[in-house]
């Protein structure tokens, strides 16, 4: 692990205002090589469009991708390809999910839920997780495993989490 350089993706705070596309939030990506962080990268996307794929590509990111989750930013979405894991630290309740996606964004629905279908569950150190990812699944438990260092949670992740909604905050109450 310590030569691959290992992205976390997640999306900061925003306000309930900014939902129906009236607000930005910020898409994070904090990548690592081995347990230093190494680089922050912040793109903006549509609370409820639908550029988070867009975003995403733009954002620098390592060998490896920790999403967590393909919905971002309200019902933005990520559609990730090479080198990614998509992680829940918890099953994701897919039925009310797919209703609110039949209801508010059926045009997304079908790309949204082939990926939260397609979750495996795999044992960790910290407990059961969630993930879909185009890497061999052992190789994913690696990697997830090595950055699990307080919680469930890989540190690229948690990072992203906590400069995103630090981001989110400043900008929705300057």
Do not use: W
Not at 24 to 35: E, F
Not at 55 to 84: C, H, M, Q, W
Not at 102 to 109: L, T
């Amino acid at each position: 692990m310590r030569e691959l350089l290992v992205s976390g993706v997640d999306d900061g705070y925003f306000p309930i205002s900014y939902k129906g596309k009236r607000g930005r939030a910020p898409l994070v990506s904090s990548t690592y090589k081995g347990m230093k962080l190494v680089d922050v990268d912040v793109e903006f996307i549509t609370v409820d469009g639908d550029d988070g794929t867009e975003a995403y590509k733009r954002l620098r990111r390592g060998d490896v991708t920790i999403l967590f989750s393909v919905i971002v930013g309200g019902f933005n979405y990520v559609i990730p390809e090479g080198n990614y894991i998509v992680f829940y630290a918890r099953k994701p309740n897919i039925c009310d999910i797919d209703n609110a996606l039949r209801r508010y964004f059926p045009d997304r629905r079908e790309r949204i839920m082939s990926f939260l279908n397609s979750l495996v569950q795999i044992p960790t150190k910290k407990g059961n997780v969630y993930v879909k990812t185009d890497l061999d699944l052992s190789l994913a438990k690696k990697i997830i495993e090595y950055y699990q260092v307080f919680t469930r949670y890989p540190e690229p992740i948690r990072t992203s989490h906590v400069i995103g909604r630090g981001i989110g905050q400043h900008i929705s109450f300057s």
